[in-house]
C-alpha cells in the first residue's frame, strides 16, 4: 500500500500532480485506489470540476469525499482548500456504496448496506462511511447495520459547513448530495484497520435531565426549553451564530462507562435544541468543555499506540469543534502522526467509531485510523517540506501554547468548584432528604398519637357523660366515673411522659432507696391493692430514681391488673441479682392472662401495640414502650418472658 496526500490549490495544480510520474506509476500497479476529497470550498461546481479531473486522470478509482470545517493534510491543518488522499492498494478490493438518503430512511439505508457486506464472501477489513449528519440521522444508519451481523471497524465522519451548517455535502464519483450516506468497504485478507478514539472533554456543568427528546431534536431539559441551558449558563443568543458558540460545550453524557459528547447544531423558535447525533430523553447529562491539557496528553497515548501499529496510511477524523477550542494549537495532536505514516483527513461535524456491531456517532472527538496491508513496517520520517511558513518556529517560541495551557487550568479550576458544589449539592440533598424522612416520622407519630387518643379517651368520656345524666348519682355510678378519670387522666399522664422521653427531657435524679418499700406504695395507689401479692424483701438499697422506678412498676402493676384474670391475684417477686458483673435487684410481674389474652412477644414492646383482644378495655399503648425507655434510661433492662399459661414480666435494676 502506498499512500499520497496532497493540498488542492487551483484545478490546474491538481491535474499536474494527478499528472506525476509517481502517481501514474502506482496508479499503474495498485490493484485498487481509494480517493477521498474532504473540501471546505462549500461550491458545488468547483468540488464537481475537482472530482472530474481525478477521475480522468483516474478511471479505475473509487471517489468519495465531503465538505468540512477544515481540512486535514501531511498533520497540519487547511482551510477553505481541498485536500486529496490517494490510497494505492496493492491485494485490497473495494466496495462502494452511496445513497441519497430522506428523513426516516436512515433505518433502512443503513439495513441495506448491511446486506450487501454480508453478500461479501472475502472477509471485509473495514468501512469507510461519510454522511450530512445535519440533515441525515447518522445514528439510525448505524443500527441498521448492526444487523448485518459482521464484525468490521467503521470510520469516517459526518459533511461539514464552515458557516450556515446547512449547506453540507458528500459526494461519490460523479454525486454531490446534501442528503446522504456514503460508504466504502475495503476487502482483503491482507489488510490492517486500527481506529483510535480521543475525547479529552470534560463534564462541568451541574447534571440535568432531558425530559422531552424526538428524533434528534431535546425538546426540554429539566422541564424548561432546551435553550436555556445555554442562555442561562454561557449567555448564548438564538441568531445566526449559535452553532460557532454552542460548539465548545456539548452535553456531556455517560453511557456504559464512557462520555459521550451531543453538539447542538439549531435552536427553533421555541427553545428546541437539534443535535448531530442520538439523544434520548431521560438521559442525564452535564454541559462540558474540552481541556486543552487533557487533548494534547491523550493525543500523545494515541500517538504511541499508532506508532505500535506500524500503519502505512493515517485517516484523521476530527470534530469541528477541536479545531475552534485549540486554534492553532490543534496541530500538536495532528502533526505527530505525520512522522509515522502520511496522514491526511478532514474536521467533522461527528465521528463514526467502533466496530459495526456497537459502531457510534461520536461528537467532539478525535479518530485517528491506522491502514496498512501486511505486516507492520518501521515508520518514516516525514519531510518538512509541506510546512506552514513559520512552522519551525514553534519549538522554540515560549509563549506558543501559553492560551492552551491557561485555559487548561481554568477548565481544571471551574471542574474542581464545580466538584465542590455538586458535593455540598448532594450533601444538602441528603440533608434535606433526612429532614423530609423526619417530618414524615412525625407526622406519622402525631397521626398515630391522634388516633390512639380519639379512641381511647371516647370511652371514659362516654362514661362521664353517662354518669352526668342521672339525677341521682349511686356510689357505682360515681365509682365508674371516677375509673373513667383516672383513665383519661393515666393516657394523658403517659403522654406526656414519653413526649419528655423523646425530647431527652427526663433525667433520672439517683438517690438511695429500697425497693420493697417503693413497691408497697405502688400496690396502695394501684386500682385493686387486694390483688397484689409482693413476694421477697431483699434488703438492699438501690441507688436510683424512685420517680422513675414507680413509673415502671406503675404500668407493668396495672397492666397485669387490667388484662389479667380478675379472680386470681398478680405476684410481684423480687431477688437479688448479678448481672453483667454488677449487684442489682430482679423483679417479676405475672398474672394468668383474662379475655385479652396472651401479648405477642415480638410487638409488646412496640409504641402504640395493643393486642387485639385489648381494645375492649382504655389504654394507650404506650405503657410498655415507656417501661422499656425508662428501664434502658436506668441502665437496667426489662424482657417479656412468658411461661405456659401466665403473662410475666422480668426487668433487673442496677443497685
Not at 37 to 63: F, N, Q
Not at 139 to 153: A, E, F, K, T, Y
Not at 157 to 178: I, N, R
Request: hydrophobic letters at 40%; proline letters at 5%; a negative charge.
Amino acid at each position: 500500500m502506498k499512500q499520497y496526500n496532497c493540498v488542492v490549490h487551483t484545478l490546474p495544480d491538481l491535474v499536474a500532480y494527478l499528472d506525476s510520474p509517481s502517481v501514474r506509476m502506482e496508479a499503474q500497479r495498485a490493484r485498487s485506489v481509494l480517493a477521498q476529497v474532504y473540501s471546505g470550498r462549500m461550491e458545488p461546481d468547483w468540488i464537481a470540476s475537482v472530482m472530474k479531473v481525478i477521475t480522468d486522470a483516474l478511471p479505475s478509482v473509487v471517489l468519495v469525499g465531503a465538505t468540512t470545517v477544515g481540512e486535514l493534510a501531511h498533520g497540519w491543518t487547511w482551510q477553505e482548500t481541498a485536500v486529496l488522499l490517494l490510497s494505492f492498494f496493492e491485494s485490497t478490493d473495494l466496495l462502494l456504496f452511496g445513497d441519497h438518503c430522506a428523513p426516516g430512511e436512515e433505518f433502512r439505508v443503513g439495513s441495506l448496506l448491511g446486506s450487501e457486506l454480508a453478500a461479501i464472501r472475502e472477509p471485509v477489513a473495514g468501512l469507510l462511511m461519510l454522511s450530512t449528519n445535519i440533515t441525515v440521522n447518522a445514528s439510525r444508519v448505524l443500527s441498521g447495520l448492526q444487523d448485518s451481523g459482521l464484525d468490521v471497524p467503521v470510520i469516517g465522519g459526518g459533511a461539514g459547513d464552515y458557516v450556515t451548517q446547512a449547506g453540507s455535502f458528500v459526494m461519490w464519483g460523479a454525486q454531490l448530495s446534501s442528503q446522504g450516506v456514503v460508504a466504502v468497504a475495503m476487502i482483503g485478507r491482507d489488510l490492517h484497520v486500527a481506529p483510535f478514539g480521543s475525547l479529552g472533554w470534560q463534564p462541568l456543568s451541574r447534571e440535568m435531565t432531558i425530559t422531552s427528546a424526538e428524533g434528534m431534536w431535546v425538546r426540554s431539559v429539566d422541564g424548561e426549553p432546551a435553550f436555556e441551558v445555554y442562555r442561562r449558563y454561557l449567555d448564548i443568543q438564538t441568531d445566526d451564530q449559535f452553532f460557532l458558540n454552542a460548539l465548545e460545550f456539548p452535553f456531556m453524557m455517560e453511557r456504559d462507562g464512557e462520555w459521550l459528547a451531543r453538539v447542538p447544531v439549531a435552536v427553533d423558535h421555541r427553545g428546541a435544541l437539534q443535535f448531530f447525533a442520538d439523544v434520548e430523553a431521560g438521559q442525564t447529562f452535564r454541559l462540558g468543555y474540552g481541556n486543552p491539557g487533557v487533548i494534547v496528553s491523550n493525543a500523545r497515548n494515541v500517538h504511541a499506540a499508532m506508532r505500535e501499529f506500524a500503519p502505512q496510511a493515517i485517516f484523521l477524523y476530527s470534530c469541528g469543534c477541536r479545531r475552534l477550542l485549540m486554534q492553532d494549537d490543534a496541530d500538536l495532536e495532528t502533526r505527530p502522526f505525520e512522522a509515522i505514516a502520511p496522514t491526511a483527513g478532514f474536521y467533522t461535524s461527528g465521528e463514526f467509531y467502533g466496530r459495526m456491531k456497537n459502531g457510534r456517532l461520536l461528537n467532539s472527538a478525535l479518530v485517528a485510523v491506522g491502514i496498512r496491508e501486511g505486516a507492520a513496517i518501521a515508520h518514516h520520517d516525514a519531510s518538512p517540506a509541506d510546512a506552514h511558513p513559520l512552522r519551525q518556529q514553534d519549538a522554540t517560541d515560549p509563549y506558543k501554547s501559553k492560551q492552551s495551557r491557561v485555559v487548561s487550568r481554568l477548565v481544571h479550576f471551574v471542574g474542581a468548584v464545580t466538584g465542590e458544589l455538586s458535593a455540598a449539592n448532594r450533601q444538602n440533598l441528603e440533608l434535606a432528604q433526612q429532614k423530609l424522612e423526619l417530618e414524615h416520622l412525625r407526622n406519622e407519630e402525631q397521626s398515630r398519637l391522634l388516633d390512639m387518643l380519639n379512641h381511647e379517651i371516647k370511652t371514659p368520656m362516654s362514661v362521664i357523660r353517662l354518669a352526668l345524666g342521672f339525677d341521682k348519682r349511686s356510689a357505682a355510678v360515681m365509682q365508674h366515673a371516677n375509673r373513667a378519670m383516672m383513665d383519661m387522666d393515666a393516657i394523658v399522664d403517659r403522654c406526656l411522659q414519653i413526649n419528655r422521653l423523646d425530647q431527652h427531657r427526663l433525667e433520672p435524679a439517683l438517690q438511695p432507696l429500697r425497693i420493697r418499700r417503693l413497691a408497697d406504695e405502688v400496690r396502695e395507689a394501684s386500682q385493686a391493692p387486694e390483688r397484689i401479692v409482693l413476694e421477697g424483701a431483699p434488703r438492699i438499697v438501690l441507688s436510683s430514681d424512685p420517680l422513675l422506678l414507680r413509673i415502671v412498676l406503675g404500668n407493668l402493676i396495672d397492666n397485669a391488673l387490667k388484662y389479667g384474670r380478675v379472680d386470681q391475684p398478680v405476684r410481684v417477686g423480687m431477688t437479688r441479682q448479678r448481672h453483667a458483673g454488677r449487684d442489682g435487684v430482679q423483679v417479676q410481674v405475672s398474672n394468668l392472662p383474662g379475655t385479652a389474652g396472651m401479648p405477642d412477644g415480638a410487638r409488646v414492646f412496640e409504641k402504640y401495640y395493643r393486642s387485639p383482644g385489648a381494645h375492649g378495655s382504655s389504654g394507650s399503648g404506650l405503657g410498655l414502650y415507656l417501661v422499656r425507655s425508662v428501664m434502658e434510661l436506668l441502665g437496667g433492662w426489662v424482657r417479656y418472658s412468658p411461661t405456659a399459661g401466665e403473662v410475666r414480666f422480668e426487668l433487673w435494676i442496677p443497685r
